[in-house]
C-alpha cells in the first residue's frame, strides 16, 4: 500500500510536480516541468512469483511431442487404410481374402440373424404364455368365489376351479421350462456369438491395415533406389511384417473361436431343444407328471412363492 505526502513549494496549488521518497512508503510532491511517479515498494506489494522451472518445461514439452507422435501414427495409418478400403470398393486395389475362413464368418452372420429370430419369437411367446396363466388364475378365483355363493351350481364352478388351477400350475411350469430355453439362447446368442464377431471385426481390421501397408511397399519397391528411398522402403517392410504378424494372429484367433463356437453351439442347442420339445409336448398332453420331469432331467427349479427375487426359475 502506498502512503501519499502532499507538500507544494511556491505559489499556488495547481503546478506540475514531482513525487520522491521521503520515507518508507512516504512519497513528496516536488514542483518540477515533467510529472514522474515513482512507487515506493511498502509493507503490502510483494515481488512476482517465479516462473515454472525449466526441468517442468521439459516434461511438459516432452509430452506435447509424444501425443503428437500418436496423431502424427494415427493419421497416417488412417489415410493408408482409407485409400486402400476405397481401391477395394472401386476395384482398383487388391485384397487377401481366406475363402474357407471368409465362408465361415458369413455363415456365423447368418446363423446369429437366425437364432435372433428365435430369441424374439420365444420371447414372445413367454409373454403370452404368463398372460395366459395370469388369467387362468383369475379364472380360478373367480370359479371358486361362485362356487360358494350358487349353491344350486356348486359342483360345476367347483370342477371348473380346480382344472383352472391345475392348468395354471401346469403353466407355471412350462413356463419355467421357456423361461430356461430363452436365457440360454439369449447367452448362446448375445455373449458367444457376440465375443466371436467381435474377434472377427478385429481380424478384418487388421487385414486392410495389412492390405494398406503391403500396398504401400509394392509401390516403394517400383520406385527408384536413391539413399531416401532405401530408406523409406526399409521403414515401410518393418511396418508391413508387424501388420502381417497381426494378421495372421487374428486369422488363426478367428479360426480357433469359430471351432469352439461350433461345438458349443451344437451341445448348448442339442439340450435346449430336447428340453423345449418334452415340456411343450407334456403340456399340451395334459401330462402333469411328465412336465415335473421333463424339468427334473434338466435342472430347473421354478422359484418358490415369497422367495426375494421375483424370477420363474432358478438353475442349479
Not at 122 to 142: C, F
Not at 290 to 316: C, M, R, V, Y
Request: aromatic share 8%.
Amino acid at each position: 500500500m502506498l502512503l501519499w505526502k502532499q507538500r507544494l513549494q511556491g505559489k499556488g496549488s495547481g503546478g506540475w510536480g514531482c513525487l520522491v521518497p521521503v520515507a518508507a512508503g512516504l512519497l513528496e510532491l516536488v514542483p518540477g516541468p515533467v510529472p514522474i511517479l515513482v512507487p515506493v515498494p511498502g509493507p503490502g506489494l510483494h515481488p512476482p512469483s517465479p516462473g515454472p522451472p525449466a526441468g517442468g518445461e521439459e516434461v511438459v514439452r516432452g509430452i506435447a511431442v509424444e501425443k503428437f507422435d500418436i496423431v502424427k501414427k494415427w493419421g497416417i495409418n488412417t489415410y493408408k487404410c482409407t485409400k486402400q478400403l476405397l481401391s477395394e470398393r472401386f476395384g482398383r486395389g487388391s485384397r487377401t481374402v481366406d475363402l474357407e475362413l471368409e465362408t465361415q464368418i458369413e455363415l456365423l452372420r447368418e446363423t446369429k440373424r437366425k437364432y435372433e429370430s428365435v430369441l424374439h419369437l420365444a420371447r414372445a411367446l413367454t409373454a403370452h404364455l404368463y398372460s395366459l396363466v395370469q388369467t387362468q388364475h383369475a379364472l380360478g378365483d373367480a370359479f371358486a368365489d361362485l362356487s360358494q355363493k350358487s349353491p344350486e351350481l356348486q359342483e360345476e364352478f367347483g370342477y371348473n376351479a380346480e382344472t383352472q388351477k391345475l392348468l395354471c400350475k401346469n403353466g407355471e411350469t412350462l413356463l419355467g421350462a421357456v423361461n430356461f430355453f430363452v436365457s440360454s439362447i439369449n447367452t448362446l446368442v448375445n455373449k458367444t456369438m457376440e465375443d466371436t464377431l467381435m474377434t472377427v471385426k478385429q481380424y478384418e481390421t487388421a487385414r486392410l491395415e495389412y492390405d494398406a501397408y503391403r500396398t504401400d511397399l509394392e509401390e516403394l519397391s517400383m520406385g527408384p533406389r536413391d539413399a531416401g528411398a532405401v530408406s523409406r522402403l526399409d521403414a515401410a517392410q518393418s511396418q508391413f511384417q508387424s501388420h502381417k504378424d497381426k494378421y495372421e494372429k487374428l486369422r488363426a484367433d478367428v479360426a480357433i473361436k469359430l471351432k469352439f463356437l461350433e461345438e458349443n453351439k451344437i451341445k448348448v442347442m442339442h439340450k435346449q431343444l430336447l428340453l423345449f420339445h418334452n415340456a411343450i409336448s407334456a403340456y399340451f398332453a395334459g401330462n402333469q407328471q411328465q412336465l415335473e420331469q421333463t424339468l427334473k432331467q434338466f435342472n430347473i427349479k421354478l422359484k418358490t412363492p415369497g422367495a426375494e427375487k421375483p424370477s420363474w426359475l432358478e438353475e442349479q
